[in-house]
């Protein structure tokens, strides 16, 4: 089949967040921020990928709380439902249904040399099939829906070139089924740090007081957190990336205050790291603060998000399903 008829007017992304942790401040100004200011130029679809959670076990109560969790902060952090797809992984079938037949393409080797198993599987006595078969399934996530783009961190690179090689394998076998996609990195907000310890990325699965700042914490939660926060023995406020304890805390100012480099220099000269995490928590307060009430908003109206999810999943279904049924006649299965 021709991709002339494919062919949309903006590039495609799809992207997704596994519903396990907490979403932290690096989470909405790396991710969730750059996804909403997308939403003018990008067909966007992004998607809560709850078939990756259970890679690892999870409590089924807490699973479920997690998703609507999510799809709540999806929708205030600013992702239009109108503009963009929103949807759960599991409501729709074709994703594993894909993921199956992909496994039938992909040699095992390509399994094998994923980063992301060796670490999650290291010094562990055994490890679920699915954590070492969840890249065949996020290749399917990409590929049904003839992904042009998937924004991702650097630790997951390695999977959107495996979904390539595993679309350009079956392309080379059935002729043009799969687009190529292409691994995007964010440049901004990518790499907010952990609190506690600034040479290691903030992570959502990280539970250690005092490690990140959750999108969800409350005031009281906000300012204990930085007050917290690892520093240096020194005393002048200034960006220098060879201080990261207090780099990583200028940086999450200059990001929610909106101010100039100079400008935070010149506000804090003649002040101390104290007063400087007081004000640097009040800030980030300031600026989560409308997502937290669109959030609350939401979760009092469950009808609300229902249906937002329900419309995302039919409009997810109908690109993907036409892509599965392709799949299937070329492979004989129609």
Request: aromatic fraction near 8%.
């Amino acid at each position: 089949m021709s991709f002339d008829r494919l062919k949309i007017s903006k590039k495609r992304v799809f992207s997704g967040i596994q519903p396990s942790g907490n979403l932290h401040i690096g989470n909405f100004v790396g991710v969730l921020k750059q996804w909403v200011a997308s939403q003018e130029e990008k067909d966007n679809i992004f998607c809560i990928v709850d078939l990756h959670a259970i890679t690892v076990p999870q409590d089924p109560k807490e699973l479920k709380g997690k998703i609507r969790e999510l799809a709540g902060l999806y929708v205030a952090a600013g992702i239009d439902f109108q503009k963009s797809i929103i949807f759960v992984q599991s409501h729709i079938p074709a994703h594993t249904e894909l993921a199956w037949i992909l496994n039938c393409y992909t040699p095992i080797g390509w399994m094998l040399k994923m980063t992301q198993f060796k670490e999650k599987s290291e010094n562990k006595e055994s490890v679920s099939t699915g954590l070492l078969d969840y890249p065949a399934l996020m290749a399917a996530d990409i590929l049904l829906y003839d992904t042009d783009e998937v924004p991702v961190g650097e630790d997951q690179k390695q999977h959107v070139e495996l979904a390539r090689n595993i679309a350009q394998r079956f392309n080379n076998i059935y002729g043009p089924t799969f687009k190529l996609p292409e691994a995007v990195v964010p440049k901004v907000g990518a790499r907010i740090m952990g609190l506690d310890d600034p040479t290691v990325k903030m992570s959502k699965s990280n539970f250690k007081l005092g490690h990140a700042v959750h999108l969800l914490d409350s005031p009281e939660q906000i300012r204990a957190a930085f007050a917290r926060a690892t520093t240096d023995s020194l005393t002048e406020i200034r960006f220098d990336q060879s201080r990261p304890g207090l780099y990583n805390l200028l940086e999450i100012y200059e990001i929610f205050s909106g101010l100039t480099r100079p400008e935070i220099e010149s506000k804090f000269a003649d002040k101390n790291y104290s007063q400087l995490k007081e004000e640097l928590a009040e800030v980030v307060i300031a600026g989560l603060k409308p997502l937290q009430d669109k959030y609350h908003q939401l979760m009092g109206d469950p009808g609300t998000l229902e249906k937002i999810l329900a419309e995302g999943a039919e409009k997810a279904r109908q690109i993907a399903e036409p892509k599965l049924r392709e799949v299937k006649n070329k492979i004989g299965l129609g």
